[in-house]
C-alpha cells in the first residue's frame, strides 16, 4: 500500500461517515466541515492504531529522535534544552504510549465533534508538531554530516544519505515513508488544522455531551490497554515486520542483495562536452571499446545506471558475529532443520560491578637448542623453569536480579530441553565486550554460545527483551515474548513435527 492509497480509503470513509451525520443523524452544520472532521479523524485513527500495534517500535523511533536533537541543541546556544532528550529517550516507552493513546483519542474527538474549541487547538498543536518532527527529517538532507542542523550556512544540496532520522514512523512499520512525503502530508494537514481554528463553531457534535465522553473515556482506557497488551504482555497482535512468523530471512536477504546489485550496476556512460555540451549516451560495452575518442580533458563522464533504485528491507542488514568479530550469519541462515535464537536487545546491567580476587598462575619456561645424538642436526627443547601464583583484582559486571531470572526460570529451561534432544541454541545481543557477555552467561548459567549484531535490527526482529526465535532452514517459524514462552514439549509438539 502507498500513502495515496491509503489516503484515498480514508477519503472514502470519511464521505460515508459524512453522509450518515447528513442524511441519519442531521448533525452537520457545514458540509465540508463535516467532511474535514471525519477525513482528519480517520486518518488520526489509523494512524493511531497501527502503531498501538507496536509501541515499542515507536518508542525506539523517539528514541532515534532523541538522541539527534541532543547532539543538535548541544552544540548551540540553545544548549540548556539538550540535557532533557536523555530525559526523554529514557522513558521513550512512556512517551510513546502516551501520544499513540492521545492521537486516536484527538481522531475520537474529531469525529465526535466533542469540545470543538480544545479540539481544534490540540489538532493544530499536534500537527504543527508531527510537521516539525518530518521537517528536520527531511530537511538534514541538506545538511552535510558533520554539519549541525543550525549551521545554515554550510548546507548543500540534498542528499538522502545525509538524513539522520530515515523515516518518521508515523504508520509504524505498516508503511514506511519517504521523509519527503511524511512531510508534505504533515503541511498538507496543516491547512484543515487552520480552518479548525477559525471555524470550530461550524463542527458537528454526535450524541449527547454524556455519551461522548463515556465514549473517549472508553477509547483512552482501551487503546492504553491494547498498547500495554502489545509489548508489555505479548509480542504486537499484529506483525508488521520483515521478521515476522513465516518470513524466508535466507532467500529475501538473497533476492534482497541481488536485486541491489542490479540496481546498482552502470549500463551506459553519458559523455558531455565541455565546450560545446553535446551530449552523447554510449552503452558501456561501446564506451570501452572507444573511450579513447573522448579524452577526459574535453568530456564530461556520468554513469547511467538501467534498473530502477531497489529499496532494501531490514532483512538485507542481517549480520551476525561471534565474540571475535567473525561473520556467523550465513551459518544460522543455512543451518539445515530447527534452531533456537535467543534474543537480547540489551544486557540490564547494575551501575555498580563486583571485584573478585583470583589467584593465577605465571610459568617461566628456559629454552634450550640441543644436539640430536647420533646426528648432525638440533632441536629447541622446552622445559618450566619455575611456576609463580600471584592474586589479581578482577572486576565483574552485575545484572539486575529480575532480568537474570528471565533466562534462569524461563529462557534456558526451554534452551536445554532442546539441546538435550539435538535441536542447535544460540543467543544474540547487542554488541558488548566479550567479558561482558562471558559474565552474563556465568550469571545465568547460559551453556549455549553467544552473538552479537547491531541492537536496532534485534529490535526489529523482536520486541520483547528477552524473547525466543524458532527458525528453520533459513525461516522464522515462530516468535516468543518473555512472557509467553510455553516450554519445550509444547513448542515441539506445536511447530517441530
Same mark, same amino acid.
Given at each position: ?26 448533525? !452537520? ?43 543538535? $541543541? ?6 540548556? &534544552?539538550?540535557? &532533557? ?81 530515515? /523515516? ?49 473515556? +472508553?477509547?483512552?482506557?482501551? $487503546?492504553? &490497554? ?55 549516451? +554510449?552503452?558501456?560495452?561501446?564506451? +570501452? ?27 538485507? /542488514? ?14 544460522? +541462515? /543455512? ?56 592474586? &589479581? ?6 545484572? !539486575?536480579? /529480575?532480568?537474570?531470572?528471565? $533466562? ?90
Amino acid at each position: 500500500m502507498t500513502i495515496f492509497t491509503l489516503l484515498l480509503y480514508v477519503a472514502i470513509a470519511a464521505v460515508i461517515l459524512t453522509a450518515a451525520t447528513a442524511f441519519l443523524y442531521k448533525g !452537520q452544520k457545514n458540509w465540508l466541515m463535516t467532511y474535514l472532521q471525519h477525513f482528519c479523524g480517520a486518518l488520526f485513527i489509523f494512524s493511531g492504531y497501527v502503531k498501538a500495534v507496536d509501541p515499542m517500535g515507536t518508542a525506539f523511533k523517539m528514541e532515534q529522535y532523541f538522541q539527534e536533537f541532543y547532539y543538535t $541543541f548541544s552544540e548551540t546556544a540553545m544548549s540548556f &534544552i539538550a540535557p &532533557i532528550f536523555p530525559w526523554m529517550s529514557d522513558h521513550s516507552i512512556s512517551i510513546s504510549v502516551g501520544m499513540i493513546v492521545f492521537e486516536i483519542v484527538l481522531g475520537i474527538m474529531l469525529i465526535l465533534g466533542s469540545r470543538a474549541k480544545l479540539t481544534s487547538w490540540m489538532f493544530f498543536l499536534l500537527v504543527a508538531f508531527f510537521t516539525v518532527l518530518t521537517g528536520f527529517t527531511y530537511l538534514t538532507g541538506y545538511v552535510p554530516s558533520g554539519t549541525n542542523f543550525f549551521e545554515f550556512s554550510k548546507w548543500g544540496e540534498w542528499v538522502e544519505t545525509n538524513m539522520r532520522v530515515t /523515516d518518521c514512523g508515523c504508520f509504524g512499520d505498516f508503511l514506511k515513508l519517504k521523509p519527503k512525503i511524511s512531510f508534505y502530508k504533515d503541511v498538507f494537514l496543516l491547512f484543515p488544522s487552520v480552518y479548525f481554528l477559525f471555524r470550530h463553531k461550524d463542527m458537528h457534535q454526535l450524541f449527547t455531551s454524556k455519551v461522548r465522553a463515556g465514549l473517549i473515556t +472508553l477509547t483512552t482506557v482501551g $487503546f492504553f &490497554i491494547f498498547c500495554l497488551r502489545n509489548f508489555v504482555w505479548n509480542e504486537p497482535v499484529i506483525d508488521f515486520r520483515p521478521f515476522h512468523a513465516g518470513a524466508d530471512v535466507r532467500n529475501e536477504k538473497i533476492y534482497e542483495m541481488e536485486q541491489a546489485d542490479l540496481a546498482n550496476k552502470v549500463t551506459a556512460y553519458q559523455l558531455t562536452n565541455k565546450s560545446t555540451s553535446e551530449t552523447v549516451t +554510449l552503452p558501456i560495452e561501446q564506451y +570501452l571499446s572507444e573511450y579513447k575518442n573522448y579524452p577526459k580533458e574535453e568530456w564530461e563522464l556520468k554513469q547511467v545506471k538501467g534498473n530502477p533504485p531497489f529499496e532494501t528491507s531490514k532483512i538485507s /542488514d542481517f549480520e551476525v558475529s561471534d565474540l571475535e568479530g567473525n561473520s556467523v550469519t550465513e551459518e544460522i +541462515l /543455512d543451518h539445515p532443520g530447527y534452531s533456537f535464537m535467543v534474543v537480547s536487545y540489551k544486557l540490564k546491567t547494575l551501575e555498580n560491578t563486583k571485584v573478585s580476587t583470583v589467584t593465577v598462575q605465571d610459568t617461566v619456561f628456559t629454552i634450550d637448542t640441543v644436539l640430536v645424538e647420533g646426528t648432525n642436526t638440533t632441536e629447541i627443547v622446552k622445559n618450566i623453569a619455575s611456576v609463580n601464583t600471584r592474586e &589479581i583484582k578482577k572486576e565483574e559486571t552485575l545484572f !539486575q536480579d /529480575d532480568f537474570v531470572k528471565k $533466562f534462569t526460570e524461563t529462557v534456558n529451561p526451554i534452551a536445554e530441553a532442546a539441546e538435550k534432544a539435538g535441536v542447535k541454541v544460540f543467543g544474540v545481543t547487542a554488541p558488548n565486550s566479550p567479558e561482558v557477555i562471558d559474565d552474563f552467561r556465568h550469571a545465568t548459567q547460559s551453556a549455549y554460545p553467544f552473538y552479537t549484531a547491531d541492537d536496532l535490527l534485534i529490535k526489529t526482529i523482536q520486541r520483547s527483551n528477552p524473547g525466543l526465535v524458532l527458525w528453520k532452514d533459513g525461516k522464522i517459524v515462530q516468535k516468543w515474548h518473555i512472557n509467553k514462552m510455553p516450554d519445550f514439549a509444547t513448542i515441539k509438539a506445536a511447530y517441530m513435527p
